[in-house]
Nanobody, 124 residues
Framework: QVQLVESGGGLVQAGGSLRLSCAAS????????MAWFRQAPGKEREFVAVISGGGGTTNYADSVKGRFTISRDNAKNTVTLQMNSLKFEDTAVYYCALGRFAWTGTGQHEYTYWGQGTQVTVSS
């Protein structure tokens, strides 16, 4: 059984930084892409960033490009989202997700397992 556990959320002022982590277990981690999605109150869950199984390819939503960085450590089965220059509109519950393949896109249907989410709140 695959388990994904996020950590690192919290309250931060606009312009600040947070680092989210997701620990995975139960599968050969490096064979699958990993992504972050987020869901703000009253809105649908949206794609944030994805990294390939080997870690060499990434993709970001336009809204976070240049501010967020996704990375992974396959030896530790972890994926990280470094969030800088945070804005009020980044406030959301952030979820990590395990892809169906080594490389996946922005659609939620391309991900098979999800974490429980971690709250990020940015005060203006």
């Amino acid at each position: 059984q695959v388990q994904l556990v996020e950590s690192g959320g919290g309250l931060v002022q606009a312009g600040g930084s947070l680092r989210l982590s997701c620990a995975a277990s139960g599968r050969t981690f490096s064979r699958y892409s990993m992504a972050w999605f987020r869901q703000a109150p009253g809105k649908e869950r949206e794609f944030v960033a994805v990294i390939s199984g080997g870690g060499g390819t990434t993709n970001y939503a336009d809204s976070v490009k240049g501010r967020f960085t996704i990375s992974r450590d396959n030896a530790k089965n972890t994926v990280t989202l470094q969030m800088n220059s945070l804005k009020f509109e980044d406030t959301a519950v952030y979820y990590c997700a395990l892809g169906r393949f080594a490389w996946t896109g922005t659609g939620q249907h391309e991900y098979t397992y999800w974490g429980q989410g971690t709250q990020v709140t940015v005060s203006s």
